[in-house]
């Protein structure tokens, strides 16, 4: 792999590379980091080049530095995208992930010790009804005492 072009700014980190396989194919790979102006990171761009297709990979971050979306495309076609909802003790509390023709959205349930006790997600499939599972986090706890 050989790094063709690195920048940087105050604002944003974008780094370029260009490498052979051994099939004798040229592939590039860009990212691009983007940072507020407290230095959090807020979003993430990669793209992967090759013969065929191109494909991209965009991350977008809340102030915390969670990640709250995640979309990939194909050729400028989105394949999947992942929306993240958080609650104010930046807990995961719901997740959307969406591709053609299915769907999961997931819901987060926490204890009084800040563990997630329970999930309740619900798939949704083109052409059939909607299917949800519950899941039931069990934990246990050891002590020296």
Same mark, same amino acid.
């Given at each position: 792999?050989?790094?063709?072009?690195?920048?940087?700014?105050?604002s944003?980190?974008?780094?370029?590379?260009?490498?052979?396989?051994?099939? %004798?194919?040229?592939? /590039?790979?860009?990212?691009?980091?983007?940072?507020?102006?407290?230095?959090?990171?807020?979003?993430?761009?990669?793209?992967?080049?090759?013969?065929?297709?191109?494909?991209?990979?965009?991350?977008?971050?809340?102030?915390?530095?969670?990640?709250?979306? %995640?979309?990939?495309?194909?050729?400028?076609?989105?394949?999947?995208?992942?929306?993240?909802? *958080?609650?104010?003790d930046?807990?995961?509390? #719901?997740?959307?992930?969406?591709?053609?023709?299915? #769907?999961?959205?997931?819901? /987060?349930? *926490?204890? &009084?010790?800040?563990?997630? %006790?329970?999930?309740?997600?619900?798939?949704?499939? #083109?052409? #059939?009804?909607? &299917?949800? &599972?519950?899941?039931? %986090?069990?934990?246990?706890?050891?002590?020296?005492?």
């Amino acid at each position: 792999m050989k790094i063709v072009e690195k920048k940087d700014s105050l604002s944003s980190v974008e780094d370029y590379f260009n490498f052979i396989t051994p099939d %004798s194919t040229v592939h /590039y790979l860009t990212w691009t980091t983007t940072f507020d102006i407290k230095g959090n990171q807020t979003s993430r761009v990669q793209q992967i080049y090759d013969r065929d297709e191109k494909t991209e990979y965009l991350t977008i971050y809340t102030d915390k530095g969670l990640e709250k979306t %995640s979309t990939v495309k194909t050729n400028g076609k989105v394949k999947f995208e992942t929306t993240n909802y *958080y609650d104010k003790d930046n807990r995961l509390i #719901k997740s959307i992930y969406q591709e053609q023709d299915y #769907k999961t959205e997931s819901y /987060y349930f *926490y204890n &009084e010790l800040n563990l997630e %006790s329970k999930s309740i997600t619900t798939t949704f499939k #083109k052409g #059939k009804n909607p &299917e949800t &599972e519950t899941f039931i %986090s069990t934990y246990e706890f050891y002590t020296d005492k």
